[in-house]
């Protein structure tokens, strides 16, 4: 038996740029030829935003090949979108020289940045997100994903974007139930790290639902903060990390169950409440945390109890099948009180027992 | 506006370990059992391992869940079976603490390597290649990829395996015409590195032929030796890895458009013929390496000229689909003399001409 060694070199930190403003679409083009003058660019978005105008704000009158998904949404967030997309850039002659530009939600920056992260072994992506979730959450950190016709996400790479565009004047065009569940993500930050953020929000919370932009910059600035720190501590979430998922693990279950009818946000919503009456179960919760927690969610008019013909024994099997699992059952975030993640032997994820999760989710049904 | 900057931490250097043997392959799992205890181990390998005995010698009567491509060979490496495999992984129940186990030929590990980079974002791969062209090249050095219906490996990502497990004694039993073609990629490692091997190859090409393990052993070795000192300097091929390319522009195009008649290393051989009147044109060769790489192709009863059927018309748009191609056309791997890489301003890709290109490949169905 002869032995060889093959040493895979360090790869040095690198760092992208956040820059947020109102009305700033316009101005995007003109900065990404001008700092990546040698790559061709390649637009991923969806029917919504070419529909609300602003593929046409961004690009005006310049011809840039362009992937359109439709329908908008969840239900094309799947492998198959990506091999048109990538079918699209082979048939556009793309090689290795690209910039893929991601143009929209949520669900366009994952298959956007996972289209980017496959085609041809990688290439850069700019993120320029366009809903409250995605502002806040999904285009900062790298992680993309699509789904199978099993599980969410059941294919995904960590992908750091080059840049993230945001232009919060984006968000007066969405429609009023995902502007809402958009913002549980912000929620979910505050919860999980912000406790002075939680404060800011519940007293802001109705120039926020009237869209003020002033108050959006500022939201959109302390979410990538957040979110950021986050990632800079532990990017490929060995730890750390997981305090994202917060919120999460029911909530995924509870959007797959519900064929997707809930948007992201509704789930995670149902999902925080679920973590919060297993915080109450364990005995590891401040007392009024859960009722602040459940004031807010519900002054956000999005929904804090799973729909009736959501069968838990459905969800115990998502749960099992849930991306994090090891030996069939993921580990919980669950919070102490709020801007504080409860930790257990350094770890922030912690064991939960299936008979207490079981429990919650029948629960959840009645409260 | 406002800006934000994120970090994207450095990644330490690793390095994986490459053990060449004969008749290991009983001995791999308890190795594996032992190092990786805490991950569930899933195999991925095609109908061929399994009728050639390979699978059992590897497992025995362990119960491993497994996917076994049907049918073997170039025809599955694509995104469809990529899909198969994610989804046989999700029904098993599996997350990421999960070690995937390639166990075939150059396109098992091209397939198992990609799922495993994006399966849930990504788990570990241990590779244990079984033909003459994975041990020399394939198992080695993270590429993976598949195939889209337009173009080869428009799917793929850099990943690098755990380990490799190199048995010299799986290549007893593959079919004359595949040991055969798998030794090109060992010709070329010669031709791009070391003269001596190439000595080495033309006196002892009987001994190969005849598959006397001991010289197989030392090529597998030499192989993964050129291969890893390449792959080290270079992961992400930025310039230098791209000399592992000689052949591979006009082989891949000559490749995709037999049907995938021809093997890889069938039309990589065409290639390096290719390679070698171009050279010839160019003016850059030493006066006998042509005759000299031809000889042994030859004697490998490889193929040196492009079947009559294929127009160089559609060989010249594959090769603008190169993924990578900038600006629609690839640079080519030119060589000086055998074991020295020509190179122009430090550049181990040069440019040369379509025209010449086309003449070349013209030339090639006559000569």
């Given amino acids: 038996m002869n032995e060889l060694e093959i040493k895979v070199p360090a790869t040095p930190a690198t760092c992208y740029k956040i820059k947020i403003g109102t009305n700033t679409l316009g101005s995007i083009w003109p900065e990404l030829d001008s700092d990546f003058p040698k790559l061709n660019k390649f637009i991923i978005t969806d029917e919504n935003l070419v529909s609300a105008g602003h593929l046409e704000k961004l690009i005006r009158e310049r011809n840039v090949p362009a992937f359109v998904i439709s329908p908008a949404g969840e239900i094309s967030k799947n492998i198959n979108t990506v091999i048109s997309i990538i079918e699209a850039m082979e048939k556009a002659y793309l090689g290795r020289d690209t910039l ?192 602040r927690i459940r004031n807010i969610l519900e002054k956000l008019q999005v929904p804090v109890i799973s729909p009736d013909n959501l069968d838990e024994n459905v969800l115990l099997d998502l749960i099992k099948r849930d991306k994090k699992a090891v030996n069939k059952w993921p580990k919980f975030v669950l919070t102490e009180k709020i801007g504080n993640v409860y930790t257990k032997n350094g770890q922030y994820a912690v064991e939960v027992e299936p008979e207490i999760v079981e429990s919650v989710l029948i629960e959840l049904k009645k409260s």
């Fill in 100 to 291: 893929v530009v991601a143009l929209g939600g949520g669900t366009v920056g994952d298959m956007a940045g996972f289209a980017a992260a496959v085609f041809k072994r990688g290439v850069p992506v700019v993120q320029i997100p366009t809903t409250t979730v995605a502002q806040a959450d999904s285009s900062v950190g790298g992680k993309t994903g699509v789904d199978s016709s099993i599980s969410k996400n059941a294919f995904g790479a960590f992908w750091f974007p080059e840049r993230v565009y945001i232009d919060v004047a984006t968000l007066t065009t969405l429609d009023e139930r995902q502007y809402r569940a958009g913002l549980v993500e912000t929620i979910k930050h505050a919860i999980i790290a912000d406790s002075e953020y939680f404060d800011f929000m519940e007293e802001n919370l109705d120039s926020i639902l009237d869209r003020n932009t002033d108050v959006l910059e500022k939201i959109a600035y302390q979410n990538c903060k957040i979110k950021g720190n986050v990632v800079e501590e532990d990017p490929l979430e060995k730890n750390k990390r997981r305090i994202l998922n917060y919120g999460h693990t029911v909530g995924h279950a509870v959007e797959s169950a519900s064929g997707f009818k809930l948007l992201h946000g509704e789930a995670v919503s149902i999902g925080i409440i679920a973590a919060g009456m297993i915080e109450q179960r364990l005995g590891i919760s401040e007392p009024d945390k859960f009722q």
